[in-house]
């Protein structure tokens, strides 16, 4: 079943609606089973669709918000999106409690698509700016060298 590039792009667009409105059971729909996430994990979850719904769910209810998609682009069997991340952190995350911090954190995200489902994702994001407002890190640069 050969899919479309613009249909594979309506599949990304609806999997970033329907987290934005909690909806992790859709992930059952829109996910295959054996899906493989490719980014080291920075939540404790298994691997595969279960984990990912885990993840989400986590994620949900420490920083409810929404995914603001800046460009699509798809060839092929992938989906690259550019998007930014935009919550407020109202519950704990694993080691950090609720800040109540506005938080934003941009991201490259591509994802592959087989038989109508996600069944790969990459993605890079700017981690070292999202734990800066948690207040995890600074945002002055320490040196260790001496003064001249």
């Given at each position: 079943?050969?899919?479309?590039?613009?249909?594979?792009?309506?599949?990304?667009?609806?999997?970033?609606?329907?987290?934005?409105?909690?909806?992790?059971?859709?992930?059952?729909?829109?996910?295959?089973?054996?899906?493989?996430?490719?980014?080291?994990?920075?939540?404790?979850?298994?691997p595969g669709r279960e984990g990912l719904k885990m993840a989400f769910k986590m994620l949900w209810d420490a920083t409810p918000g929404y995914h603001q998609i800046e460009d699509m682009i798809a060839e092929g069997d992938k989906v690259v999106t550019r998007l930014t991340g935009h919550g407020t952190h109202t519950g704990s995350t694993p080691g950090i409690?609720?800040?109540?911090?506005?938080?934003?954190?941009?991201?490259?995200v591509i994802h592959r698509i087989a038989n109508g489902k996600i069944v790969e994702h990459w993605a890079e994001k700017d981690m070292s700016a999202?734990?800066?407002?948690?207040?995890?890190?600074?945002?002055s640069a320490q040196s260790s060298r001496a003064a001249p």
């Open positions: 079943m050969l899919i479309s590039a613009e249909e594979n792009k309506a599949l990304i667009r609806r999997f970033f609606e329907e987290i934005d409105k909690g909806n992790i059971e859709v992930l059952d729909e829109l996910v295959a089973e054996n899906f493989i996430d490719h980014v080291q994990p920075s939540l404790p979850v298994p409690a609720p800040t109540g911090n506005e938080l934003t954190l941009s991201a490259i999202f734990m800066r407002q948690l207040g995890v890190t600074s945002t």
